[in-house]
């Protein structure tokens, strides 16, 4: 269903001549009100005047996350606090978070994009939707919860953590719905499997799960676990939290909601536009946040952006599923390193289980990586011979997509450690002095 058609179904023309007039009006908004902009835009010699085009943003300072940090904590808020109803933060792995804030206007819009992401992915009224997302400084949790709850769905706020009481509740109240990261989907089948519950018997039908990636072989793992159909959905605190994007159920990728959201993509290295059907970096300008506005935000996640009409009848673009984001590449003896393409490798091959550690470390003034994989019990009890067979085999599989030499490690399954929330893939140790 489209939640709503005015919008998302928008003749484009018409959409652009919206998105201009709402660019016009938050580059005049955070021009008058938020001096590092203000600065920026003195330093180019801009006034809010020149944006006469959409191409225009183009002129615009780019903000990432150093400008969030610098401004710690509110410099970047565009009202005084009173207007401020929220704030949320991410963690960052260093330093300080960054603090994002809403206006009493900017959470009617987010539970309005929310309620527009659920509902493509299938939500309707008579579902109950069970939340994992945690509740709390995370935009995950309260972000899906109000656009939830605005469908008319009913919300069990389970929060993040406590599988068992989760998978209690699923089965008791008859859950429909789940709500969270895919790996934590993935444990909740896990956890669910070892304590003998079929879940093709449960009402549970679908999953709206986001906010790290997923690839095709998880994606596909969790629904074959889970007897759901899986859906993704994608966004970041510091243009919103989630209700940027979302699959419909055509599952060709993931609908912006670009009557909120200017999409940009840009060569990474020099910022410079790269065209629909390119792969880049995703810039967003979000047009109508009141209290945290932000110009040109660089995301630093990888995607490709697709314009062409979907089946849906949303007329909305469409970004590709994100699975790499610029700072996650790992350079390895010089070679570079997505996490995802390992995981794509793993997910490949029979008996590999989807949990895995990337474990690198400067030994002898080398870079070293090592992948610590869990497989199935059946593998992992096997005779010696058969495992480093296995282990052999592993390796050169990975060799043959990075072309490194990879040390693989089998570990008992289960011992990766599982986490509520975004899950954690790599422990890089060579700035500790290894
Ligand atoms: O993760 C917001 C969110 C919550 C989105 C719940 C969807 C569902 P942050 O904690 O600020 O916000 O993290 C944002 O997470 O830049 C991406 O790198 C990653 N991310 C978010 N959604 C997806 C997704 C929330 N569907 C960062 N696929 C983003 C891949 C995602 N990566």
């Known amino acids: 269903m489209i939640w709503n058609p005015e919008y998302e179904a928008m003749d484009r023309d018409e959409l652009e001549e919206l998105q201009l ?67 949320h933060s991410s963690a960052g792995t260093t330093g300080k978070p960054t603090v994002v804030g809403y206006t009493k206007g900017d959470i009617a819009t987010w539970t309005e994009l929310t309620a527009r992401v659920a509902s493509a992915a299938g939500v309707v009224h008579t579902d109950l939707a ?25 919300v069990i706020p389970a929060s993040a953590g406590n599988t068992e009481r989760h998978l209690m509740m699923m089965k008791d109240f008859g859950t429909t719905v789940l709500v969270s990261t895919p790996s934590y989907a993935l444990y909740l089948a896990e956890v669910g499997e070892k304590a003998g519950v079929d879940f093709s018997e449960l009402p549970l039908r679908l999953g709206l799960f986001g ?62 536009p790269r065209g629909d059907g390119e792969e880049g970096e995703l810039v967003i300008t979000p047009l109508t946040k009141e209290a945290f506005p932000v110009l040109r935000y660089r995301t630093h996640d990888l995607t490709v952006l697709d314009r062409t009409p979907c ?8 970004m590709r599923k994100v699975r790499q984001r610029t700072d996650d590449m790992l350079i390895i003896r010089g070679v570079n390193v997505f996490p995802s393409q390992v995981e794509d490798v793993l997910f490949k091959i029979e008996n590999v289980r989807p949990h895995y550690l990337i474990v690198v470390e400067r030994k002898h003034g080398l870079d070293d990586m090592e992948v610590r994989i869990e497989v199935a019990e059946e593998v992992f009890s096997d005779i010696m011979a058969d495992m480093v067979v296995f282990t052999k085999h592993v390796s050169e599989r990975l060799h043959g997509v990075l072309g490194l030499n990879v040390k693989v490690t089998l570990v008992e399954p289960g011992t990766i450690e599982r986490t509520a929330g975004k899950s954690k893939r790599v422990l890089d140790l060579r700035d500790e002095g290894c």
């Not at 330093?43 to 005047?49: A, G, H, N, S, T």
């Not at 943003?57 to 401020?84: C, E, H, I, M, S």
């Not at 966004?235 to 990728?253: A, H, K, R």
């Open 21 to 87: 007039r709402r660019l016009q009006s938050t580059v005049a908004w955070v021009h008058e009100r938020v001096e590092h902009y203000r600065q920026a835009m003195d330093e180019r010699d801009l006034k809010p005047r020149d944006v006469r085009s959409l191409d225009d943003v183009r002129l615009l300072p780019l903000t990432d996350k150093k400008a969030l940090r610098n401004t710690y904590p509110f410099g970047l808020f565009a009202v005084p606090l009173d207007q401020v109803v929220r704030i």
């Open 130 to 154: 069970q939340m994992a997302f945690g509740y709390g400084m995370f935009t995950g949790g309260f972000g899906m919860h109000y656009g939830l709850e605005r469908i008319g769905a009913t």
């Open 211 to 272: 906010a790290e990636p997923c690839s095709e072989a998880a994606h596909r793992e969790i629904e074959e676990k889970l007897a759901i159909s899986a859906t993704d959905n994608y966004g970041l605190s510091e243009v919103m939290g989630p209700g940027v994007s979302g699959e419909c159920e055509c599952s060709c990728g993931l609908h912006i909601n670009e009557d909120h959201f200017l999409v940009e993509i840009v060569d990474p290295a020099s910022g410079e």
């Open 311 to 318: 089946e849906c009848g949303r007329t909305l673009a469409r």
